[in-house]
């Protein structure tokens, strides 16, 4: 979990051009919407893309999306529950 | 075309140097357009991590508002932006993402770059401004009518000043001249000026 976790702090960086954020200033639990990391709604969207494309999960319901993009923790909770990749 | 309204200042961005008023600002032996706009970012001290998600026409329009923008306190700004690409960079971008039916995810980040004019809401978010904005695309900069629609704006809207120009991006090559039209200021306001302060640089 320990691997999925960094993998997906790497992948958020990456994708979402959080240019001025490091790995190791992510915390798991840190919030990744609002006073966290301060990502928008179409950044929400970038993240729902990358569970289809990178672990086969598709979110029938967008709003499921609010819980799992809670922080690093629920996003891999849910990922490796879900994953077909 | 003669004018009441004059040319407060103007920022060229081409050939990775950014000068104002056709004086150096900024010089970098960078030549890639994403390693010279980042070193241009950093060199003008900003932060606003927004910047980073912006694709390269935004960037380049974000950052030659911004040097004429930022010790500027009218809000009542309009922006008429010109270019000869529109998006069609970013555009380009997008099509490759669905071309194959086999691959097929669309980034929404890019998506939302796909019109020219979405690099006004960028600026006006920043400077909080609520204005007019305009985005025109000619084939090349086209001081006559720039000077026409500026004034016109001037003339009949609330706007009490217009930043005005062109900029545009595309395959990695780049040109911005931006400027500041005001009752007053220190250039004419006129399509012939306008031409020869294009050219300064």
Redesign the interface.
């Known amino acids: 979990m320990s691997d999925l976790k960094l993998e997906l702090k790497e992948k958020i960086i990456e994708q979402l051009n959080l240019e001025d954020v490091a790995v190791e200033e992510i915390a798991d639990t840190d919030p990744l919407f609002g006073e966290g990391l301060g990502l928008d709604s179409i950044d929400a969207l970038e993240l729902i893309v990358m569970l289809d494309k990178d672990y086969g999960i598709k979110l029938a319901d967008p709003k499921e999306g609010r819980k799992i993009f809670e922080s690093i923790d629920t996003m891999a909770g849910y990922i490796a529950e879900h994953r077909s990749r | 075309m003669n004018s009441s309204f004059q040319i407060e200042r103007f920022c060229h961005i081409r050939n990775h140097r950014i000068s104002v008023n056709g004086e150096m600002l900024f010089e970098t032996p960078e030549t890639d357009f994403a390693a010279f706009i980042?070193a241009s970012y950093k060199s003008l001290g900003l932060s606003y991590?927004k910047f980073?998600?912006m694709d390269n026409l935004s960037k380049l329009a974000f950052i030659a508002a911004d040097i004429l923008l930022k010790n500027e306190t009218e809000k009542k700004i309009a922006l008429v932006f010109s270019n000869r690409g529109s998006s069609l960079d970013t555009d380009r971008k997008h099509q490759e993402s669905i071309e194959n039916t086999a691959d097929f995810?669309?980034?929404?980040?890019v998506f939302?770059y796909t019109l020219p004019n979405i690099c006004l809401g960028e600026i006006s978010i920043k400077h909080e401004l609520h204005s007019e904005n305009a985005f025109f695309i000619f084939d090349s900069f086209n001081p006559s009518e720039l000077q026409a629609y500026c004034s016109s704006l001037l003339r009949t809207s609330n706007s009490e000043k217009v930043l005005c120009g062109w900029v545009d991006y595309d395959k990695g090559k780049y040109d911005a001249f931006l400027y500041v039209v005001a009752k007053n200021g220190i250039f004419a306001h006129t399509s012939e000026e306008l031409t020869r302060l294009y050219q300064t640089i």
């Open positions: 980042k991590s980073f998600k995810y669309p980034s929404p980040a939302v």
